[in-house]
């Protein structure tokens, strides 16, 4: 790539300080592709990233998102190594747990997962209850899947890990810097308008979040992304839990949980999740009812917590693509733009392999590590919609945020 040496000038451009951003901008600096600049408009993790519960697993239904997740996972066991820092990842499992309709597609997907190189196992009932006694399963729930080396982690601490360690090799970091528009020439991409003036880029990567729509309109870009409100609460143990419980999917209730460093269960659920039509101006905390709401799903779960204090909650956005999965990658017809967009809440546990992969593709035209030509926009143009034909759920979305 030709280096620029004018401080108006950059080789990339990255719009978005979140952890898509920050990780690319890693595998970047790491690779010397000259002179990278990163625009955050506010601070970094005030978007999704901060939000994020922070769940990290490779047991999706789809080949595809399973890679990223597999090759993702190797940094988050490795943190220290790789990238530097820590991004407090816990590997303490996943329980997978299903309807009993839903079995045979599990199974299905574990098969495919194990040869992949995951190790996740079918468990009987029995088991669950030794991995952890306070949770209750259905008398019509026999098996479930666990993911031993599943866990969560840290989405601030692992951001910040990503931006300390790309600074180190060279990356610039503009923050309170916003992109206005995306300037080109002939579907040749020439840089950045920001409200700080033109930066002049042969590359930029849109991985701005909420904000991607405003950025594509001007270009004609329409990827059906839809911003959607998600809402995440913290229970206090009771004194009745005996012990510290695993990551949990629960396709039965449609929530997710996993446990916090600090005695508390930290749950999200389908039912607190909405688009978002219209202005963008929503509330960051969560409504009473809705509280209540979780508390007593939580408790179908484990009984224990049905009279569990809330210790703290939050909302955010995220931004949803019309099936549900990530865009990634070039946008066309437009020569030098990428995206990272419409992750549909999910990307934190992928955004290392994201990052990886993405960086492969701007230098060398084609990304090695993981196949990311799934992703690409230019799916959207098919007859047939991504759907994944064994979903554990009716429609094709993932409960995992």
């Excluded at 309709?101 to 079918?122: E, F, T, Y």
């Excluded at 934190?348 to 690409?376: C, M, Q, R, W």
């Amino acid at each position: 790539m030709t280096k620029h040496a004018s401080s108006d000038c950059a080789d990339v451009v990255i719009i978005g300080g979140g952890i898509n951003g920050t990780s690319l901008a890693f595998h970047l600096a790491r690779e010397k592709a000259g002179k990278i600049v990163v625009l955050e408009k506010s601070q970094l993790s005030t978007g999704a990233t901060g939000k994020s519960g922070g769940l990290v697993r490779c047991n999706y239904t789809n080949e595809a998102e399973a890679r990223l997740a597999l090759t993702s996972l190797e940094y988050f066991q490795n943190w220290e190594g790789i990238v530097g820092g820590s991004c407090g990842f816990d590997p303490c499992g996943l329980v997978v747990i299903v309807p009993p309709g839903k079995l045979a597609d599990l199974k299905h997907n574990m098969s495919w997962q194990r040869a992949m190189g995951i190790p996740i196992r079918l468990i009987a009932r029995d088991e669950v209850n030794q991995i952890d006694s306070s949770m209750y399963m259905e008398e019509s729930i026999d098996y479930v899947g666990f993911e031993e080396s599943a866990g969560y982690a840290d989405p601030n601490a692992a951001n910040y890990s990503f931006m300390k360690a790309s600074r180190d090799l060279g990356a610039e970091y503009r923050i309170g810097t916003g992109a206005v528009r995306i300037v080109h020439s002939n579907n040749q991409v020439q840089g950045v308008l920001t409200n700080q003036g033109m930066i002049h880029s042969p590359v930029v990567v849109v991985a701005a979040g909420i904000g991607a729509n405003r950025l594509f309109a001007p270009l004609g870009l329409d990827l059906g992304l839809t911003p959607t409100l998600t809402r995440i609460v913290t229970f206090r143990w009771t004194p009745e839990r005996t012990q510290r419980h695993p990551t949990c999917m629960d396709y039965v209730h449609n929530t997710w949980f996993r446990p916090t460093s600090e005695s508390c269960t930290l749950m999200g659920s389908e039912s607190g999740v909405r688009p978002i039509h219209g202005r963008i101006r929503t509330s960051e905390s969560v409504p009473d009812h809705l509280i209540r709401e979780y508390r007593e799903l939580l408790a179908r779960r484990y009984p224990v917590m049905n009279n569990a204090n809330a210790r703290g909650n939050w909302a955010g956005l995220f931004m949803t693509s019309p099936d549900s999965r990530p865009v990634i990658g070039p946008l066309e017809p437009y020569s030098g733009l990428y995206t990272v967009a419409g992750d549909s809440g999910t990307s934190f546990k992928t955004a290392p392999s994201i990052g990886k992969g993405l960086s492969e593709l701007i230098l060398h035209g084609k990304a090695s590590t993981v196949d990311l030509s799934p992703f690409y926009a230019s799916r959207f143009d098919r007859v047939q919609p991504w759907v994944d034909s064994h979903r554990y759920s009716q429609d094709n979305a993932t409960i995992s945020r």
